[in-house]
């Protein structure tokens, strides 16, 4: 059984930079998969907010695209998500998740870590 | 980026009736639509992809069906473990979006 857990700070200063990692287990980052971040803010929809391949090539949200960068850590089992430059709005629960049938949709997700920005 | 709207927010049913729950995407995405299951604390779960097929495990009560931009979740004989939020996502094109949920309530 495949799982995943965030870990990382839960509160970052406004015009810092988010780092979360998610640990994969129950399967390897080497697989044919697509390595997913995806965050909820509170009382909104969920946004996508960039994958990674096992390669290292990246998509990222067009939104976010300038303060966004996933990586990966094979070695490990583990990817990254970095967002700098944060503000409130950036204040949300940030899940990994595990991309499949082409990275499309997600079948395998963390609990989510809830990160607040705020001074 | 395509825009996925859900209808209605929330939905109160009794257990053991049907449920019927709608997603509609402003351009087409041919099949390319999953539904996920999201309770409180938990991780989302992955009910169905490409429209109408199940994701492993998932019991024959939930059914999706639609095509283009109308998409539909039915939970035929509702069980108290269905109370939760549902999500609809396209899974077409980049950036992959999803709609803002609708919540199943008693």
């Known amino acids: 059984q495949v799982q995943l857990q965030e870990s990382g700070p839960g509160l970052v200063k406004p015009s810092g930079t988010l780092s979360l990692s998610c640990t994969v287990s129950?399967?390897?980052?080497?697989?044919?998969?697509?390595w997913t971040w995806v965050r909820q803010p509170p009382g909104r929809g969920l946004e996508w907010i960039g994958e990674?391949?096992?390669?290292?090539?990246?998509n990222y949200n067009p939104s976010l695209k300038s303060r966004v960068a996933i990586s990966i850590d094979k070695s490990n089992n583990q990817f990254s998500l970095n967002l700098s430059s944060v503000t409130a709005a950036d204040t949300a629960v940030y899940y990994c998740?595990?991309?499949?049938?082409?990275?499309?949709?997600?079948?395998?997700w963390g609990q989510g870590a809830l990160v607040t920005v705020s001074s | 980026e395509i825009v996925m709207t859900q209808s209605p927010a929330t939905l109160s049913v009794s257990p053991g009736e049907r449920a019927t729950l709608s997603c509609r995407a402003s351009?087409?995405?041919?099949?390319?639509l999953a539904w996920y299951q999201h309770k409180p604390g938990q991780a989302p779960r992955l009910l169905v992809y490409?429209?109408?097929t199940r994701a492993t495990g998932v019991p024959s009560r939930f059914s999706g069906s639609g095509s283009g931009t109308e998409f539909t979740l039915t939970i035929s004989s509702l069980q108290s473990e269905d109370f939760a939020v549902y999500h609809c996502?396209?899974?077409?094109?980049?950036?992959?979006?999803f709609g803002r949920g609708t919540k199943l309530e008693i």
């Open positions: 998740a595990r991309g499949v049938g082409g990275g499309n949709y997600f079948d395998y």
């Open positions: 129950g399967g390897s980052l080497r697989n044919t998969h697509w």
């Open positions: 990674i391949y096992q390669s290292g090539y990246t």
């Open positions: 351009q087409s995405v041919n099949n390319n």
């Open positions: 490409g429209a109408s």
């Open positions: 996502q396209q899974h077409k094109n980049w950036p992959y979006t």
